[in-house]
């Protein structure tokens, strides 16, 4: 037939095409709950009986840019330090301390420790 070997097979797909439902199954559960991270949409997927693999929903979660950052913990301002101000007369201030210690036979004992700065 004078044919080439490649014009037997059928083309692949592009990945795009491949994807466009896994594309639209994430986009509904992200409108649905924006702060869902990749587990907990997966896991909503599966659920509803999609038997896509971890691995390919993975794939198009992150090229969508829906992979969201790691909460960060809230940073306390930093304040001016200001020194200590020592105490002029005495009884103006005082200091509590509460102490655990074991005496040499196993037996605790505790102590309330008052002093005066």
């Known amino acids: 037939m004078g044919l080439a070997r490649s014009s037997y ?4 797909r592009s990945k795009a095409q ?7 199954v994430l986009n ?7 702060r869902w991270g990749f587990r907990l949409c997966f896991d909503w ?11 390919r929903v993975w794939r198009v979660y992150k090229e ?6 790691r909460r960060t913990k809230k940073r306390i301002p930093k304040m001016p330090r200001v020194p200590l101000v020592a105490p002029t007369e005495a009884n103006s201030m005082w200091a509590l301390d509460f102490m655990y210690d074991t005496l040499h036979y196993g037996r605790p004992f505790r102590t ?5 700065e």
């Open 28 to 34: 509904q559960v992200v409108a649905k709950n924006g």
């Open 112 to 116: 309330l420790n008052v002093i005066d």
């Open 45 to 55: 997927m599966r659920n509803q009986g999609y038997e896509w693999n971890h691995k």
């Open 18 to 24: 491949a994807d466009e439902p896994v594309i639209e």
């Open 64 to 69: 969508m840019g829906l992979n969201l950052p």
């Open 9 to 12: 097979y059928e083309r692949p």
